[in-house]
């Protein structure tokens, strides 16, 4: 916890947290063994993994929101790196994607897997997506209007066939 109020990201966050709730959940069945037929046990084990989830989740969501201002800040930084070119919307694409492909491969390592269906980080997803392309589209537009970028426009081709049937005769 200390290291998420400093504002550094765990590392193997996911995997700690599952050990950690793996390590209670034992010692509660430890302490309460003799129970274990009584429904009571069963609900009350349900409920303090539910609250270790919740208060972890916390930390995840701290975890997230880092995690998403270092992707944008990377991706910052490999725009400003690409030179402006008539490939520079191709590469600013490819950009984009690496960017969240590395959000989510790093989201996923910080899920533990007892949370990977309960906790989610769409909207961190989308919101970074959003936000990357945003600036991805005014560094063109900044581009375009400095006339170093010019947005190649694909002119449409029409094609007509005709048939005329051979078999009929021609008045």
């Given at each position: 916890?200390?290291?998420?109020?400093?504002?550094?990201?765990?590392?193997?966050?996911?995997?700690?947290?599952?050990?950690?709730?793996?390590?209670y959940i034992k010692?509660?069945?430890?302490?309460?063994?003799?129970?274990?037929?009584?429904?009571?046990?069963?609900?009350?084990?349900?409920?303090?993994?539910f609250n270790l989830?919740?208060?972890?989740?916390?930390?995840?969501?701290?975890?997230?929101?880092?995690?998403?201002?270092?992707?944008?800040?990377?991706?910052?930084?490999?725009?400003?790196?690409?030179?402006?070119?008539?490939?520079?919307?191709?590469?600013?694409?490819?950009?984009?994607?690496?960017?969240?492909?590395?959000?989510?491969?790093?989201?996923?390592?910080?899920?533990?897997?007892?949370?990977?269906?309960?906790?989610?980080?769409?909207?961190?997803?989308?919101?970074?997506?959003?936000?990357?392309?945003?600036?991805?589209?005014?560094?063109?537009?900044?581009?375009?209007?400095?006339?170093?970028?010019?947005?190649?426009?694909?002119?449409?081709?029409?094609?007509?066939?005709?048939?005329?049937?051979?078999?009929?005769?021609?008045?």
């Amino acid at each position: 916890k200390i290291c998420c109020e400093e504002g550094g990201i765990i590392q193997n966050f996911g995997k700690e947290a599952d050990i950690l709730i793996e390590d209670y959940i034992k010692k509660f069945e430890e302490e309460t063994g003799v129970f274990k037929s009584n429904n009571v046990f069963l609900s009350k084990k349900k409920i303090l993994k539910f609250n270790l989830l919740s208060s972890l989740q916390e930390i995840f969501e701290k975890q997230i929101y880092k995690l998403k201002e270092l992707s944008f800040q990377s991706f910052k930084e490999a725009l400003s790196s690409i030179q402006v070119t008539g490939d520079v919307e191709n590469q600013v694409n490819a950009a984009i994607q690496i960017t969240e492909k590395y959000f989510i491969s790093k989201v996923d390592s910080l899920k533990p897997p007892q949370a990977k269906k309960v906790w989610s980080s769409e909207k961190e997803r989308k919101e970074l997506v959003n936000g990357i392309r945003e600036m991805a589209t005014e560094r063109l537009q900044a581009a375009r209007l400095q006339g170093v970028y010019l947005k190649k426009t694909k002119n449409p081709i029409s094609l007509s066939f005709y048939y005329y049937p051979f078999s009929q005769k021609i008045p």
